[in-house]
């Protein structure tokens, strides 16, 4: 639809600098920013952006993800959240959808993107992803030159394969089990270090023996082989 656009914006994985140029000029153009809520009211991704765009002249609308494992919870939220972007789309309105870390990796953005993409010109912004700038604070290499690099959930069912695999593991997603990895990678005797937080002023760096970890659910583990 002519003179909407629905945009999804990556903020980066916590500090404001590390948002891109194009994503602050997308942000700033819109006439509104969807900014995704958890169940306790945290909205980080628009707390990145308030440090660095005046959003105050914006309207602002709150998508409200379950962040479920219960399928059905998660789908009603995703088309409550899909109708909201969608009444300002039909009026002719930009819609700029916010996302921490890089908008196309574990993000709530992709269902709703699904839903609009044949009908809207939709425009997607890349940001920084988490693990690099964990990896960046951590002050260590995320791969050599024939080695691969595996990324996956703390819920993956088959971790123990995927860790004995070759190259370097990402481990994203891993609040609720995070301690049962932390005794599994102890038990194999990986080499890691484990970011909470990066770039936030609670930031957390723990390496291996040394682990001070809360629940947070923003924890980036970096297995190295």
């Given at each position: 639809m002519e003179g909407s656009i629905f945009y999804g914006v990556s903020t980066g994985p916590g500090d404001p600098e590390l948002m891109s140029v194009k994503a602050v000029?997308?942000?700033?153009?819109?006439?509104?920013?969807?900014?995704?809520?958890?169940?306790?009211?945290?909205?980080?991704?628009?707390?990145?952006v308030k440090k660095i765009v005046d959003v105050s002249h914006k309207e602002i609308i709150y998508t409200d993800f379950a962040m479920s494992e219960?399928?059905?919870?998660?789908?009603?939220?995703?088309?409550?959240?899909?109708?909201?972007?969608?009444?300002?789309?039909?009026?002719?309105r930009s819609v700029a959808m916010l996302s921490i870390g890089d908008i196309s990796l574990y993000s709530t953005f992709s269902y709703v993107?699904?839903?609009l993409k044949n009908k809207y010109k939709c425009v997607i912004i890349p940001g920084v992803n988490?693990?690099?700038?964990?990896?960046?604070?951590?002050?260590?290499?995320?791969?050599d030159m024939k080695k691969p690099l595996t990324i996956l959930p703390g819920s993956c069912e088959n971790i123990d394969d995927i860790l004995s695999a070759e190259g370097?593991?990402?481990?994203?997603?891993?609040?609720?089990?995070?301690?049962?990895?932390?005794?599994?990678?102890?038990s194999r005797n990986c080499d890691y270090i484990a970011v909470q937080n990066c770039g936030l002023?609670?930031?957390?760096?723990?390496?291996?023996?040394?682990?001070?970890?809360n629940d947070s659910y923003f924890t980036t583990i970096l297995v190295k082989e």
């Open positions: 000029k997308t942000i700033k153009k819109c006439n509104v920013i969807a900014a995704p809520r958890t169940p306790k009211g945290n909205t980080m991704a628009l707390d990145i219960d399928m059905a919870e998660n789908s009603k939220k995703h088309d409550a959240a899909l109708e909201l972007i969608k009444k300002h789309l039909d009026a002719g993107y699904e839903k988490s693990f690099s700038a964990c990896a960046a604070a951590a002050g260590v290499s995320l791969t370097t593991k990402i481990i994203m997603k891993s609040k609720k089990g995070l301690g049962d990895i932390i005794k599994k990678l102890d002023e609670n930031e957390i760096i723990s390496h291996k023996g040394k682990t001070k970890l």
